[in-house]
């Protein structure tokens, strides 16, 4: 079975602080992708990233880095110079190589950006 | 571009009370739909995915049913609703094909069971 853990619940910074969501993964396909999604208050998710099980290169889209590594079966997010807009759940998600069964997601991180 | 819609935004029903939410896709064609649920405080839950036309799977075994009877839509459905149905619902899709392909979800459903 799959299961993505996202041990910090809520994180609270202070707008311009670095701050690093965390997500560790478990599955025993040698074929999985990983995904970050957004949740703001308005509630619809906001696709954010996906990265393959072959591909353990970091990732940064402007203030948003990722850090993909299979020896801790970890693929966790840091946001760059906060910002207020930045509140929202964020999730982490992976599914299997195969089929078309969906994601499983972890319960989410609500990152409080505080002005 | 693909655009999704959901509806209702909000609900609000009795229990044992039937249930029709609706989920549309535009500007694709066989995608693969999905429908989650997230409960107050948790993670999203997948309870059904369709491939394809009359195509259901189930994730979950409940009072729910979802169908699917034209290519670009997707229903869930319960005949009577129970307390623990309430929570966010949101419908996703996907391009056709495995699951290397990003879900892209609609705006949700605010289901609440008084």
């Known amino acids: 079975a799959q299961k993505v853990t996202q041990a910090q619940t809520e994180i609270s910074v202070v707008e311009k602080e670095d701050v690093t969501l965390d997500c560790v993964y478990e599955?025993?396909?040698?074929?999985?992708?990983l995904f970050w999604y957004k949740q703001p208050p308005s509630g619809e998710l906001v696709f954010l990233i996906r990265r393959n099980s072959f591909d353990e290169q970091n990732e940064i889209s402007g203030r948003y880095s990722w850090n993909f590594q299979k020896s801790t079966s970890s693929f966790n997010f840091t946001i760059t110079a906060s910002q207020v807009v930045d509140s929202a759940v964020y999730f982490c998600a992976l599914s299997s190589g195969g089929g078309a069964d969906g994601l499983t997601f972890g319960k989410g991180t609500h990152l409080i950006i505080q002005p | 571009s693909q655009t999704i819609h959901q509806w209702p935004a909000t609900l609000v029903q009795p229990v044992g009370s039937p249930l029709s939410l609706e989920c549309t896709v535009e500007?694709?064609?066989?995608?693969?739909l999905y429908w989650y649920r997230q409960a107050a405080g948790r993670g999203l839950q997948l309870l059904f995915y369709?491939?394809?036309?009359?195509?259901i799977s189930s994730e979950v075994p409940q009072n729910l049913s979802a169908s699917r009877p034209q290519d670009r839509q997707f229903i869930l459905s319960s005949k009577k609703l129970l307390l623990s149905d309430s929570g966010f619902y949101l419908c996703?899709?996907?391009?056709?094909?495995?699951?290397?392909?990003?879900?892209?979800f609609g705006d949700g459903t605010r289901l609440s069971i008084l």
């Open positions: 599955t025993r396909d040698t074929t999985y992708y």
């Open positions: 500007g694709t064609s066989n995608p693969n």
């Open positions: 369709s491939v394809g036309i009359g195509q």
């Open positions: 996703a899709w996907s391009v056709i094909g495995r699951n290397n392909q990003p879900q892209h």
